[in-house]
T-cell receptor, first 113, second 110 residues
Framework: DQQVKQNSPSLSVQEGRISILNCDYT??????FLWYKKYPAEGPTFLIS?????DKNEDGRFTVFLNKSAKHLSLHIVPSQPGDSAVYFC????????????FGQGTRLTINP | DAGITQSPRHKVTETGTPVTLRCHQT?????MYWYRQDPGHGLRLIHY???????DKGEVSDGYSVSRSKTEDFLLTLESATSSQTSVYFC?????????FGPGTRLTVL
């Protein structure tokens, strides 16, 4: 039973345009959500997070939106740059901050010049 | 990078042999985690530790055991490796409401 789902295995976007990565979850107890970026042969690195008391969090080119009623979050990257090409994972936790994260399957983002 | 190292970085072993992976941290964090990453599954939690000698199971703990005899080291052991345990293994610590990951160990079980 996949509690966190990223239904798009891959996404291709033109450089300079907006990239939108989506994530759905089923567990209503999740109250903290994170996005990670992963390059080949490296560990995942933290990008941005959002608490369930907010519906938006912004950090430079990255914005995460949370729709609690739909159990859906999205990561917007604008403008997209070639260095953004990576695998992106969303993750969620329930009442424990960043402990015991549940990850989605990942979306491979490719930014085309 | 939270001072996390993993060893070995790559290992090839045969079915039925024992394997131990090591995670080492330099910053005294209480919580440590072992994940495996497989295509189509993302990262799945194997075991975690919330202090010295305090460990608990994660989502995919069958076939794995862990030990934490000191704060800085968290060991993952495959008692008898199987081909289904071929994967990339990541160690992580949690701090400041996020998790920081090590560089990973690629394990191949033939």
């Amino acid at each position: 039973d996949q509690q966190v789902k990223q239904n798009s295995p891959s996404l291709s976007v033109q450089e300079g345009r907006i990239s939108i990565l989506n994530c759905d979850y089923t567990n209503s107890m999740f109250d903290y959500f994170l996005w990670y970026k992963k390059y080949p042969a490296e560990g995942p690195t933290f990008l941005i997070s959002i608490s369930s008391i907010k519906d938006k969090n912004e950090d430079g080119r990255f914005t995460v939106f949370l729709n609690k009623s739909a159990k859906h979050l999205s990561l917007h990257i604008v403008p997209s740059q070639p260095g953004d090409s990576a695998v992106y994972f969303c993750a969620a936790s329930a009442n424990e901050g960043a402990q015991k994260l549940v990850f989605g399957q990942g979306t491979r983002l490719t930014i085309n010049p | 990078d939270a001072g996390i190292t993993q060893s070995p970085r790559h290992k090839v072993t045969e079915t039925g042999t024992p394997v131990t992976l090591r995670c080492h941290q330099t910053e005294n964090h209480r919580y440590m985690y072992w994940y495996r990453q497989d295509p189509g599954h993302g990262l799945r939690l194997i075991h975690y530790s919330y202090g010295v000698k305090d460990t608990d199971k994660g989502e995919v703990s069958d076939g794995y055991s862990v030990s934490r005899s000191k704060t800085e080291d968290f060991l993952l052991t495959l008692e008898s490796a199987t081909s289904s345990q071929t994967s990339v293994y990541f160690c992580a610590i949690s701090a400041n409401n996020e998790q920081f990951f090590g560089p990973g160990t690629r394990l191949t079980v033939l």
